[in-house]
Nanobody, 123 residues
Framework: QVQVVESGGGLVQPGGSLRLSCTASGINLDYYTMGWFRQAPGKEREGVSCISSGDGTTYELDSVKGRFTISRDNAKKMVYLQMSSLKAEDTAVYYC????????????????WGQGTQVTVSS
């Protein structure tokens, strides 16, 4: 059984930073593209960033470029999303997901999902 688990969410002030972590059991993360997605209340889920299984190629949503950085540590079976210069519009539930055959930000092409972690940016 595959389990994807996110952690690290919380309440942060505008301009602050937060690091999300993701791990998975039941699959070998080495062979999966890993992505971070988010969903704000009343909005559709959107892709934030993803990282390839091989050479570490990454893609980011335009609105987070220069502020969010995705990384992975295959030895530790972990994926991270470092978020800085956070804005109120970054408030959402953030999900980690894994795809065995796709590199990109289309949520429909990811096979395994975590339950999400809440990120709230507010003063």
């Amino acid at each position: 059984q595959v389990q994807v688990v996110e952690s690290g969410g919380g309440l942060v002030q505008p301009g602050g930073s937060l690091r999300l972590s993701c791990t998975a059991s039941g699959i070998n993360l080495d062979y999966y593209t890993m992505g971070w997605f988010r969903q704000a209340p009343g909005k559709e889920r959107e892709g934030v960033s993803c990282i390839s299984s091989g050479d570490g190629t990454t893609y980011e949503l335009d609105s987070v470029k220069g502020r969010f950085t995705i990384s992975r540590d295959n030895a530790k079976k972990m994926v991270y999303l470092q978020m800085s210069s956070l804005k109120a519009e970054d408030t959402a539930v953030y999900y980690c997901a894994a795809s065995s055959r796709y590199l990109g930000l289309d949520a429909g092409l990811y096979e395994f999902w975590g339950q999400g972690t809440q990120v709230t940016v507010s003063s």
